[in-house]
C-alpha cells in the first residue's frame, strides 16, 4: 500500500491526505497562477483523485487565535474559467486564504466520472506543492516538475527547469498526458516513483 502524504492551509484549519505518488508534476508561470499564489508561478502536483480525502482531522497545534478561523475546517471554493475555457475550481482556506488543491475538466476528460472531484471516481487534482506537511518529497524523484508551462510568461530572471518539457501556453493533450500516466500507474512526465 502506497505512503499517506498529508498536506493543509497555514493555519491549520483545512487538512488533506493521498495515498499515491503524484502522476504528473508541473509548474505553470500564467497570470492566473501568479495572482492566485502571489508569487513568480504554482508547483502542482496531479494526482488521482480517488487517492485523494479533503478535510480530515484539523490541526489541533496551530497557534492561530483568529476568531474568523474556520470552524467547520472545510475548504471553501473559488471558480474561475482558463484560458482553454475549462471550469477551474480551487479550494482554500475561508480563514487564512491558502489555496491547497484544484480541480478542472481535465480531470473528466482524463479519467472518467469524476470530473476532477473529490467523490472517488477517476479524475485527477491539482494539489499545491507547497501546502505539503513533508515539503522535503518536492526534491524527490518523481515529484519534481515534468513540464513548465505559459513559459512565454516566465520572468527573464528565472531558470528553466532542467529535465522539464516547456511550453510557451498550455500543453496541448494534457488530458491525454494524464489519461496515460493514470492506465501505467503513474509513470509519466517527471513522475516516476516514490
Known amino acids: 500500500m502506497p505512503p499517506t502524504h498529508t498536506g493543509g492551509c497555514e493555519c491549520g484549519a483545512v487538512r488533506y491526505a493521498f495515498a499515491s505518488a503524484p502522476v504528473h508534476v508541473s509548474l505553470c508561470h500564467c497570470a492566473s497562477c501568479k495572482r492566485s499564489t502571489g508569487s513568480t508561478h504554482t ?81 485527477v487534482l491539482a494539489v499545491r506543492a507547497g501546502t505539503l506537511d513533508d515539503l522535503g518529497l518536492n526534491e524527490k524523484e518523481g515529484w519534481r516538475p515534468g513540464t513548465e508551462l505559459y513559459c512565454r510568461d516566465r520572468y527573464g530572471w528565472m531558470r528553466e527547469v532542467g529535465g522539464a518539457r516547456a511550453f510557451e501556453g498550455m500543453m496541448e493533450g494534457e488530458g491525454d498526458l494524464v489519461r496515460e500516466a493514470l492506465s501505467s500507474g503513474g509513470k509519466k512526465g517527471g513522475s516516476d516513483s516514490e
Open 43 to 123: 508547483h502542482t502536483l496531479i494526482i488521482p483523485a480517488a487517492s485523494f480525502t479533503p478535510n480530515t482531522t484539523a490541526n489541533t497545534n496551530t497557534t492561530n487565535t483568529d476568531s474568523n478561523n474556520d470552524t467547520n475546517h472545510t475548504a471553501k471554493i473559488y471558480t474561475r474559467t482558463s484560458d482553454s475555457g475549462r471550469e477551474v475550481r480551487s479550494h482554500f482556506c475561508g480563514a487564512c486564504g491558502t489555496t491547497m488543491w484544484a480541480e478542472s475538466d481535465v480531470g473528466a476528460a482524463a479519467g472518467g466520472a469524476a470530473a476532477g472531484g473529490t467523490d472517488g471516481g477517476g479524475g
